[in-house]
């Protein structure tokens, strides 16, 4: 997606899901042992950055409850204000990160769960650079995705039209060892969101490093 007519549906179909998302995903057992992989690896007190927050749960509720200083940032208005009544010990800003400044070398770690599915894959190749070079010197960066070799696809997600573009697990790993990342490992399944317009869906979770 390049132009703002598409970013403005992209946050619309989150605007229109709210907390209907995160009942939806509530169940997902990989999400938690993906955070506490992450967890086991982040020294006391890091600071980490959650693109696509939705509503803080599990994914910044997790990090701040283990002491670690969260930024969300997620496109969709609905999501952030759910976000910040649900997680106030974490901070949350409504922004696109394909525009959102990052400083380099200003986090320990970035989680990006399922928040690339909207946009282009020159997109998603420019925000993985632009978030692994904000991370710190073998800092992490988390990823997960549907890992498919669609491109603009047009679909319905929870009821909600939406137009995905994603990668093959071995295109997907291609971009971030391009970015300067270390795959560290990974895990992929099946999972059937509770929702009644849900179907069941691959994911792909992927542990990063910086290498050097």
Do not use: N, W
Not at 14 to 34: I, T, V
Not at 124 to 129: G, M, P
Not at 164 to 186: K, P, R
């Amino acid at each position: 997606m390049t132009d703002e007519p598409q970013r403005a549906r992209a946050a619309a179909v989150f605007d229109a899901l709210g907390g209907a998302y995160e009942k939806a995903f509530a169940g997902s057992e990989a999400h938690r042992r993906s955070l506490d992989r992450l967890l086991g690896r982040l020294a006391p007190g890091s600071r980490v950055l959650d693109v696509g927050s939705g509503t803080g749960r599990p994914t910044a509720e997790t990090l701040v409850r283990a002491g670690h200083e969260v930024l969300g940032v997620d496109i969709s208005p609905v999501m952030v204000e759910l976000a910040a009544r649900q997680v106030p010990a974490a901070a949350f800003r409504c922004a696109d990160i394909r525009d959102l400044p990052l400083t380099d070398g200003s986090f320990h770690a970035v989680c990006v769960y399922f928040a690339l599915l909207q946009m282009d894959r020159a997109e998603q190749r420019d925000v993985v650079r632009r978030l692994t070079r904000a991370l710190k010197p073998g800092g992490y960066l988390v990823l997960a995705t549907v890992p498919l070799d669609v491109e603009g696809v047009e679909g319905v997600f929870m009821g909600q039209p939406v137009r995905v573009t994603s990668f093959a697990a071995a295109d997907l790993t291609a971009v971030l060892e391009g970015a300067g990342l270390e795959v560290l490992d990974q895990e992929e399944l099946l999972f059937t969101p509770e929702h009644p317009d849900a179907v069941p869906e691959p994911q792909l979770f992927l542990h990063c490093r910086v290498r050097g």
